[in-house]
């Protein structure tokens, strides 16, 4: 049985000033419509979301609310301007083995993710130099992994897609920890 543990409400609000790596306590990037503290009470405790009671007593205009608009905050640090015909080159570089790079993928700092051989992950920060290499543990040696994914926390997804038997074929997810953790 999986070990539980406890995953704290984020009473300290919002906080989307630093990296990931150095995310302030009990704050999150995510917080949409809740709030840390009851509006009724006072208490502080995760309470309902605004809109669905009272929380402002003061009149702030002279009719009724006519809309309620919703606003999404895109926390990408990346970004990509592409005009056909004007592509720049910023740097390459040949994999180690022999087989043609089936996938990349950009993360949210701009590091490069690809693959390298029939199981292994190469990844390259964004002036191209080599940060890690990564050999995943296929069971049948003809698996080609093919498919590879970032996430948002900076895991690494890869799955076999290609080649060996399928009933052995697997899927994983690789944790980034710092040299310090």
């Given amino acids: 049985m999986a070990e539980r543990f406890p995953v704290p ?11 990931r790596s150095a995310q302030p306590l009990l704050t999150t990037l995510s917080a949409r419509n809740v709030r840390g503290r009851d509006a009724r009470s006072g208490r502080i405790r995760g309470a309902s979301r605004s809109g669905l009671s009272k929380f402002n007593g003061t009149v702030l205009g002279a009719g009724r609310v006519k809309a309620l608009a919703s606003t ?12 056909v015909g004007q592509e720049e080159l910023e740097w390459t570089r040949p994999t ?18 690809a693959i390298d051989s029939n199981a292994g992950i190469v990844k390259y920060n964004s002036a191209g130099r080599l940060v890690m290499k990564l050999v995943l543990p296929t069971a049948d040696p003809g698996h080609i992994v093919r498919a590879i994914d970032i996430g948002d926390d900076d ?8 080649g060996g038997d399928v009933r052995t074929a697997r899927m994983w997810c690789v944790v980034q920890l710092a040299d310090d953790e």
Avoid at 9 to 19: E, L, N
Avoid at 72 to 83: H, L, M, N, P
Avoid at 100 to 113: E, K, L, S, W
Avoid at 155 to 162: D, F, G, L, N, Q
């Fill in 72 to 83: 999404a905050i895109d926390s990408r640090t990346v970004e990509y301007d592409f005009t």
């Fill in 96 to 113: 180690t083995v022999s087989q043609p790079c089936y996938a990349g993928v950009v993360d949210r700092q701009g590091n490069i993710y």
């Fill in 155 to 162: 895991r690494i997804y890869a799955a076999v897609s290609a």
């Fill in 9 to 19: 409400f984020p009473f300290a609000g919002r906080a989307d000033s630093t990296a």
